[in-house]
């Protein structure tokens, strides 16, 4: 599978590209500081830079032409609110029509627990623009024609890799999960049909992840 990431530096995202290099894809990751270029190189995926939050709809259709899937792992990082609704809903709906101008179908978006309309979050609060542009974003994907799903890790940490999660389904409420299970979360829902037009929110728990992402256990 050729495998584009977008977001390709993030702390996910270089936990990810190995998995997918090991797994025999063809990875491409998207990155805006041209610095980075190296540390990219070193995953073992091609590096392309670009920021995505500059480039419009059919700038990054031609970035995706050819791609099997798109790995939406770019954030803005907190901070400043115009960036957050910049890169982390507009740029990311962005994205999504330029799959479907591409003809890439396969669109896995790395989200967080809470992500919803109804997040609950107070307007005055730091958190409030992020919450706001990942609804915005996830809802406008889960509305296209693509194979999507949506990803909704809770508070993630550097823990080591357990390779075992507790889904949403499972009876898991946030809680927090190691940026290296979620890449594997990752990895696993691009091969995994049964991940298809599901939300799936996810911590730390007992359940191998090839386990908790099956049919029976998303059913």
């Known amino acids: 599978m050729r495998v584009l990431v977008v977001g390709g530096h993030g702390k996910v995202a270089r ?85 479907l101008l591409a003809g890439v179908q396969r669109y896995v978006m790395v989200s967080y627990f809470g992500s919803q309309i109804e997040h609950g979050v107070a307007p005055e609060h730091p958190f409030f623009p992020y919450a706001e542009a990942k609804a915005a974003a996830d809802a406008h994907l889960t509305g296209t024609t693509l194979a999507w799903t949506v990803l909704g890790p809770s508070r993630l940490t550097d823990d080591p890799p357990t390779g075992r999660i507790e889904t949403a389904n499972q009876g898991a409420t946030a809680g927090s999960v190691s940026r290296a299970d979620v890449a594997a979360v990752v990895a696993h829902a691009l091969r995994e049909p049964a991940t298809i037009h599901r939300t799936i929110r996810f911590n730390s728990g007992a359940t191998p992840i090839a386990d908790a992402l099956s049919e029976d256990d998303l059913a």
């Not at 998207?30 to 590096?47: E, M, S």
């Not at 059919?58 to 970035?63: D, I, K, S, V």
């Open 15 to 99: 936990l990810l590209l190995p998995l997918l290099v090991e797994a025999g894809h063809e990875v491409t990751a998207l990155f805006r500081d041209p610095a980075h270029r190296a540390d990219v190189a070193a995953t073992g995926a091609t590096p392309v830079v670009a920021d995505v939050e500059r480039l419009g709809v059919e700038e990054l259709a031609a970035l995706f032409s050819g791609q099997d899937a798109i790995v939406w792992s770019a954030g803005a990082g907190g901070g400043n609110p115009a960036r957050t609704y910049a890169v982390d809903r507009d740029a990311a709906i962005r994205s999504m029509t330029a799959a």
